[in-house]
């Protein structure tokens, strides 16, 4: 029980970050798109929707991958887009209703404890999720519990740290300044909700083979992180970073203008030509 109560804990927080993220990211929906665009094109290739199949999204935000996947179902085909914080799930309703989508319905739901029935999807796609759930191996167990025979599951999460540097040096700033808690000694970011805590290929065959899948190939895959000036920089950590966006937005004027400056510093050796190139890696992975 008490493990039950840190994760109903743990997934509270999580819910009231992304909340308070939500309109963050429906603000900058297309610099996220455009940021992750090769990793959605994997993940969409890779479960290779039909028309007339059902799909769910988990962690879906404000939806874009799957609206590529609801054209390709269209126009019998139904998506069910998802995401724990009712803001995402309210910014993706909006932003489907101006690109067009009307074969997508929306639902607030935990990854963790999916409600639907057992057999009722053909394909679920989590980008980006799994690394942040409290419990990823429950989520696996779900997700294969709602697909249909011959289902698919799609899903990324960040490689190690060392090879996705723009993530770490934003919170290691923030260290530095003392606005969050200093990492304990040697963490690389595994830890559970750590940003490289599903980046073992080996832990994530594990989880998978766990919750019952047997197909399983996994792949990295780069995903280089492209800003077009400090100005679009610096929504990354203050826009769609959940929890460090939150303690930015609390600070005064005096601090936000220490933290800008010493993040400029810090990225310095990613500027070229006025323009901030970072690289990323993803682990990604497709079961059945």
Known sequence: MEGDNMTDDATAAARQNWEAA??????????????????SHWLIEHLDPQPGEEFLELAAGPGDTGFAIARRIAPDGRLISTDLAPGMVAAA??????????????????????????GSVDGVVHRLGPFLLPDPAASAREVRRVLRDGGRYATASWGPMDRNPAMPVMAQTMMQLGFIPQAPPGDDGTGPGGMASMSDPAKVRAVLTDAGFTDITIEEVEVPFHFRGFDELWKFPTELAGPIGQVIKRMDDADRTRVKDAITAATEPFLEGGEYRFPAVAVCFIAR
């Open 93 to 118: 309703k909006r932003r489907a209703a101006s690109v067009g989508i009307t074969n997508a319905e929306f639902r607030e739901m935990d990854a963790q404890r999916i409600d639907l029935p057992d």
């Open 22 to 39: 939500s309109a963050g990211w429906e603000r900058n929906a297309d610099l996220v798109i455009r940021t992750t665009s090769t990793l």
